[in-house]
């Protein structure tokens, strides 16, 4: 692996030098963009929409439009605006997992302990072991500031990065039901439903059953075989009919887990 971050965690007056590696990779099928006339590769271009030509990527520069005018921004302005959080991933709290909405988690990252840092790294990852805590922290990575926790997993540190709060919308907009009636034998069987599917949490026994497929057409084509598309009509459940598919499923779960 390639680290995409060098720097130090700050816990207290203790530094612990870390590198941060990307946790997730790619699963999706490689697909290239294709002229259908042809099959020739299409490549995107950076074009000066004044004259029309391309502009190599040493020439191009980042700016913000302010009053009409931009103002261009080097390596340095990014870095002038926050020379510690671009170096220091420094812990604020200590914060209770449990009490983080999963909507706010993003992307997951492993923290490996710098040279010299590996007894101050160990240290902290016990601590919040037998505390149960995370430690919340700010951080810049790529120009921009990242809010996340650092928590226990296994034997290493993992960063957590979480989103703003400002950067959630508001479900106030969603046109919801609010004089929906329920009858007790409805939501007693539908409990009873998830009752009978309720089984320990494996996330190993799930697949990109999509890309699998997606390849086995991609293969069949190859050999000269036509796709065949399956028909499918979905059926909604109507208000009347509720207790009555509910039973049926039931009854379906219960003779597949008997087979």
Avoid: C
Avoid at 183 to 212: G, P
């Amino acid at each position: 692996m390639r680290a995409i971050w060098s720097g130090a965690i700050g816990f207290g007056l203790v530094n612990i030098p870390v590198k941060m590696y990307s946790a997730t990779q790619d699963s999706h099928l490689d697909l290239d963009m294709l002229d259908s006339k042809g099959l020739a590769h299409i490549k995107y271009k950076r074009v000066n929409e004044e004259t029309g030509r391309e502009v190599p990527w040493e020439q191009i520069v980042k700016g913000y439009l302010y009053k009409d005018e931009y103002v261009v921004l080097e390596d340095e302005d990014f870095e002038a605006a926050a020379p510690k959080k671009s170096k220091i991933i420094e812990i604020a709290s200590f914060v209770e997992e449990n009490e983080i909405d999963d909507i706010y988690f993003e992307n997951p990252y492993f923290l490996e302990p710098g040279k010299g840092g590996e007894k101050a790294y160990e240290l902290l990852r016990q601590t919040l072991e037998k505390t149960g805590k995370a430690g919340l922290s700010s951080f810049v990575l790529r120009t921009s500031e990242h809010l996340a926790v650092i928590r226990p997993r296994e034997n290493y540190l993992l960063l957590q990065q979480l989103r703003f709060q400002e950067e959630l919308r508001s479900p106030k907009d969603l046109e919801l039901p609010t004089n929906v009636r329920l009858q007790k034998k409805e939501l007693d069987m539908a409990m009873a439903l998830v009752k009978e599917y309720t089984e320990k949490f494996d996330i190993s026994a799930y697949k990109d059953e999509y890309n699998a497929e997606l390849l086995k057409i991609i293969k069949a084509k190859a050999s000269g075989k036509k796709t065949v598309v399956k028909k499918l009509r979905v059926v909604h459940t109507k208000s009347d009919e509720l207790f009555d598919q509910l039973k049926a499923s039931l009854n379906k779960g219960s003779k597949k887990r008997a087979s």
